[in-house]
């Protein structure tokens, strides 16, 4: 059964700070890998897809990367904000499963402080 | 613009209740899922559905009911028979069969045992 694993668990930084978010997962055999951010209370928000053909993605100061073959990815957060606070998930697409299924990481949250 | 929306954002149920929780899209998309996020945990994929009179069973299914009658609508119903009702609970779909285009995530409802 996929595991997705994501480190650290809280990262506090203050603005203005490079940051990178782990996340790791067990079965190499993914169509794709998803980040999400999630507000509290809030429902998800995409932020970036990648497919399992490429390597890495970017959208304004965010850059995932996708290294299957080591079952890794990474989020870079350039120059952080407060606005940036908030709750990062990590979720693949399973090759293995006839429905696609999503499996999520626990999640790092992030404090930004001024 | 196109969405998913869930309602209510909040809602209560006393013992012994059934509360259903609606979900509503206009993305088209084939595909649709409720997932249950509890505090400290990863998001559990309670029930899919992937074409229109067809749903199945994920990880959580127990205590839970859906219907999917129309493509566009998938609603959850908790029964009483759910012991431990109280979470978070977010709906999601995505087009089915073309599993590199990611999913997309209503805002979530909240539901409180009381």
């Known amino acids: 059964k996929q595991e997705v694993t994501q480190i650290p668990a809280a990262l506090s930084v203050p603005e203005g700070e490079n940051l990178v978010l782990n996340c790791s997962f067990t079965?190499?055999?993914?169509?794709?890998l998803q980040w999400f951010r999630q507000d509290p209370g809030k429902g998800l928000t995409s932020l970036l897809l990648i497919q399992s053909s490429q390597r890495e993605q970017t959208s304004g100061r965010l850059n995932a990367s996708l290294d299957k073959s080591s079952g890794r990815s990474t989020l870079y957060i350039a120059a952080s904000q407060p606005g940036d606070s908030a709750t990062y998930l990590c979720?693949?697409?399973?090759?293995?499963?006839?429905?696609?299924?999503?499996?999520f990481g626990r999640g790092t949250q992030l404090t930004v402080w001024p | 613009d196109g969405g998913i929306t869930q309602s209510p954002k909040y809602l209560f149920r006393k013992e012994g209740q059934n509360v259903t929780l609606s979900c509503e899209q206009n993305l088209n998309h084939d595909a649709m899922y409720w997932y249950r996020q509890d505090p400290g945990q990863g998001l559990r994929l309670i029930y899919y559905s992937q074409i229109v009179n067809d749903f199945q069973k994920g990880d959580i299914a127990e205590g839970y009911s859906v219907s999917r009658e129309k493509k566009e609508s998938f609603p959850l119903t908790v029964t009483s028979a759910q012991k431990n009702p109280t979470a978070f609970y977010l709906c999601?779909?995505?087009?089915?069969?073309?599993?590199?285009?990611?999913?997309?995530f209503g805002s979530g409802t909240r539901l409180t045992v009381v």
């Open positions: 999601a779909s995505s087009i089915a069969g073309l599993r590199g285009y990611g999913y997309t």
């Open positions: 979720a693949v697409i399973d090759r293995g499963s006839t429905l696609g299924r999503l499996y």
């Open positions: 079965d190499s055999a993914i169509y794709n």
